[in-house]
């Protein structure tokens, strides 16, 4: 997801093993990477429905699994607060 404005990356969506979050599963997901502040990464990440940051920076990134744990609603709210963070 490039800012189509400049080079930041507001997140990446990527196909990982549940493995790589910590499952125990070696079942391929679909997952979305996402930055936020330390605090709200820090506050949110609940290795439920949010880890920490896949392939990324785990201060300042978080990753969700896009199977329906997290309703589409709360996801664009997450790409937003993630695409305020590359202004």
Known sequence: LPD???????GAMLSVS???LGISSDEIVEIL???N???KVEKIIDHKKYYPG??????YWY???LDGSISL????KCIDE?????K
């Open 18 to 20: 549940k493995r790589k």
């Open 37 to 39: 502040s330390f605090e």
């Open 4 to 10: 189509v404005q400049g080079d930041a990356i507001t």
């Open 82 to 86: 993630s695409y305020q963070m590359t």
């Open 54 to 59: 896949w392939h990324m920076n785990k201060k």
């Open 63 to 65: 990753t969700i699994i």
């Open 73 to 76: 609603k709360d996801i664009y």
């Open 33 to 35: 990477d996402l930055r």
